[in-house]
C-alpha cells in the first residue's frame, strides 16, 4: 500500500484526463459566493439536481479550503489508494478468515484506466462495493434492524459514489440470493460445508429491502434526467469487446507495454481456476460460492451486450469489464490454498502490480515535465477573467515528441489546473458545458459548447481532435468575453490547414501574444487586445 502511494507524491502532478476539470469545479463551489471572483456567478450556475458528483466535488473543495489544489487532489487520491485494497481484504475475509491473502490480486486494480481517466468517484465506488458486498456477505442471513440500516447506508453512499457500481451491487445480492434460493429448491436436503448459506429465500428479500433505498435514488437519478436513454452508439464489435476482456483492457493507460502486464493479471485468474479446479476444490453441486462464478459471467455478459453510454454517462464497457475478476476473487475466497500456492499467488500479483507501477511512474515523469511547460502560463493570467484552451496535441504527439499516452488524453482538459489556481473561468469546462451530471453548469446564453462551434482539426487526415472555431463571434452572440486563449501543442503545419488556419487568423486580428513556453514553445497564451495584464 505504502508502494502504490509514492507514484502520486513523489510527481507534481498525477496525469489524468479529468482530473484537472475535478478541481477547477470544486474550485468554483468554493468561490462561487466571493465577491472577488464575480466572472464565476457570471458565466456559471450552481446544479440544483443533486448528482452523485456533488460527493466527490464537496469532499475535494472541504480539502481546497486548506491546501493547495494539487495537493488536496493527491490526498483525495491517497484515500482511494488506501481504501481500496483494504475493502477487497474485509471482503475476502467475509468469505473465509484465511483468504485476506488473496486481496493481493486487487492492487493490479488500484492504477486503472479507470482512474487515469480522471473518473475519481467512480473509482471510490469500487472501493464501496467491496465494503457493501463484504458486509452483506457477513451478515447475509441474521439482517436485523441495525444490519439492514447500516446495509442501507452504505448502499446509498455507494449510489452517491457511482450509479454503475451501485447496479453491480443489485446485480450481485440479487442474482446470488436467487442462485440460493433456486439451489435449495432442486435439493432441499442437500447441506453445504461450513461456508455455505441457508437454502431459503430470505438473503434475497432482507438485502433487496436492505439495497431499497439506494435503488430507490437510482430510479429517480435516471428520471430526473429527462433526456435519459441508452446508446449503444459506436459500440465495439462482440470479438472485439471478448478480446478486451480477455486482455483486461480496463489496465491498460498510457503504453502498449501495460498491455502484456494486464494479460498476465488474466493468466494469473486462470491459474488460479485450473489449480482449484485440479485440486478438485470446486465441486459440482449447486452451492453458494458457485453463485459467484454465475455472477461473473453474468457480469461478463452485461460488458458484452449493455449499452455503451447511458445519456453523457459514457465508458460503461471500460468500468463493466472489472466487475467480472471481482465476482472471481469472492469466488476463490471460498476455497483452501497450500501454503506455496499462497506464497505463489501473492508473489505473482505483487510482480504484476510493481511493473505496472514502474511503468506508470515513467510515464508520470515524461508527462509531468509537459504539465509543467503548460501551466507555466499562470502567472499571464490576470485572475477574474475567461481562459479558451485550444489543445492541438491532446496526448503528445507533436512532431519531435513520441506519443506519451496511448489512451489518456492528458491535455485535454489540462486548463482545468490554471482555472483552479488562477481563479479564471475555464471555457473549455466540459464538466458544465456538455452534461448534467456535475455541480455547476454555464449559462444557457453563454455556452461555450453551444456558442463556440467546434469542429474537426482535419477530417481529410483522420485526426478528429474538435477545436471551438467561433471566437470572434461568441461576444456577439452572447456578450461575454474570451480574454485568453492557450494553444497547445499547435504543429508547425496547422497554419496551413483549414480549420486551424481560420483559428489564428482570428487570433491574429484580435490578440497579443504574450507568452510563450519553454523549453518546447508548446503553450502559447494570445491576451484580447485592449486588456490588461496582471499585476
Not at 487515469?116 to 467491496?130: D, E, K, N, Q, V
Not at 456577439?476 to 486551424?500: F, H, K, N, S
Request: hydrophobic letters at 50%; aromatic letters at 12%; glycine letters at 8%.
Amino acid at each position: 500500500m505504502v508502494a502504490h502511494l509514492v507514484p502520486l507524491w513523489a510527481f507534481r502532478f498525477f496525469p489524468s484526463q479529468d482530473g484537472p476539470a475535478h478541481l477547477a469545479n470544486a474550485s468554483i463551489l468554493l468561490d462561487y459566493g466571493n465577491p472577488a471572483h464575480t466572472a464565476l456567478r457570471k458565466y456559471y450556475v450552481l446544479n440544483r439536481t443533486f448528482t452523485p458528483n456533488w460527493v466527490g466535488h464537496l469532499m475535494l473543495a472541504a480539502m481546497m479550503t486548506r491546501l493547495p489544489p494539487l495537493t488536496a487532489e493527491k490526498v483525495f487520491l491517497s484515500g482511494y489508494v488506501v481504501l481500496f485494497p483494504l475493502a477487497i481484504r474485509y471482503a475476502l475475509g467475509a468469505v473465509r478468515a484465511d483468504a485476506r491473502f488473496l486481496a493481493a490480486l486487487g492492487f493490479p486494480f488500484v492504477y486503472s484506466y479507470p482512474l487515469h481517466m480522471g473518473f475519481y468517484t467512480f473509482c471510490y465506488s469500487l472501493a464501496m462495493f467491496w465494503l457493501v458486498s463484504g458486509y452483506w456477505l457477513r451478515h447475509r442471513e441474521r439482517l436485523g434492524v441495525r444490519e439492514t440500516v447500516t446495509m442501507a447506508a452504505g448502499g446509498v453512499l455507494l449510489y452517491l459514489a457511482h450509479p454503475v457500481s451501485a447496479v453491480a451491487v443489485f446485480v450481485e445480492v440479487g442474482l446470488v440470493a436467487v442462485y440460493v434460493a433456486l439451489s435449495g429448491v432442486r435439493r432441499p436436503r442437500r447441506r453445504e460445508g461450513s461456508a455455505g448459506a441457508r437454502t431459503n429465500i430470505a438473503p434475497l428479500t432482507n438485502a433487496m429491502v436492505a439495497l431499497a433505498p439506494a435503488g430507490v435514488l437510482t430510479l429517480l437519478f435516471l428520471l430526473w434526467n429527462r433526456q435519459t436513454h441508452l446508446s449503444w452508439e459506436d459500440s465495439p464489435r462482440a470479438g472485439t469487446l471478448v478480446k478486451d476482456l480477455l486482455s483486461l483492457q480496463s489496465l491498460v493507460s498510457y503504453s502498449a507495454s501495460e498491455v502484456w502486464v494486464a494479460r498476465g493479471v488474466v493468466v494469473l485468474f486462470g491459474v488460479i481456476m485450473l489449480y482449484l479446479v485440479l485440486r478438485k476444490q470446486v465441486p459440482r453441486a449447486l452451492t453458494f460460492w458457485n453463485g459467484y462464478l454465475v455472477l461473473a459471467f453474468a457480469y461478463a455478459l452485461i460488458y458484452l451486450v449493455g449499452p455503451t453510454a447511458i445519456s453523457s454517462g459514457s465508458y460503461l464497457h471500460e468500468r463493466m469489464m472489472l466487475f467480472p475478476f471481482f465476482a472471481l476473487m469472492l469466488s476463490f475466497a471460498a476455497y483452501s490454498y497450500g501454503r506455496l500456492a499462497r506464497h505463489a499467488i501473492q508473489a505473482a500479483a505483487a510482480a504484476l502490480a510493481g511493473v505496472l507501477l514502474v511503468i506508470h511512474s515513467l510515464a508520470y515523469r515524461d508527462l509531468n515535465g509537459f504539465l509543467t511547460e503548460y501551466v507555466s502560463v499562470g502567472p499571464a493570467l490576470a485572475s477574474n477573467t475567461t481562459l479558451l484552451p485550444i489543445t492541438f496535441s491532446q496526448q503528445g504527439d507533436v512532431p519531435g515528441m513520441r506519443s506519451l499516452s496511448s489512451r489518456i488524453n492528458v491535455f485535454l482538459n489540462a486548463g482545468g489546473y490554471l482555472a483552479a489556481e488562477r481563479h479564471v473561468v475555464d471555457l473549455g469546462n466540459y464538466e458544465a458545458s456538455q452534461t448534467r451530471f456535475f455541480p455547476t453548469l454555464f449559462r444557457s446564453r453563454l455556452n461555450p459548447a453551444e456558442q463556440l462551434k467546434y469542429a474537426p482539426v482535419d477530417s481529410a487526415t483522420g485526426d478528429l481532435s474538435a477545436v471551438p472555431t467561433a471566437l470572434l463571434e461568441y461576444p456577439q452572440r452572447t456578450g461575454g468575453t474570451i480574454d485568453y486563449v492557450l494553444v497547445w501543442g499547435a504543429r508547425a503545419d496547422d497554419r496551413q490547414r483549414a480549420v486551424p488556419r481560420g483559428i489564428f487568423r482570428q487570433l491574429d486580428e484580435a490578440y497579443d501574444v504574450v507568452y510563450t513556453s519553454r523549453p518546447g514553445g508548446l503553450a502559447r497564451l494570445y491576451r484580447r487586445k485592449g486588456l490588461r495584464g496582471p499585476p
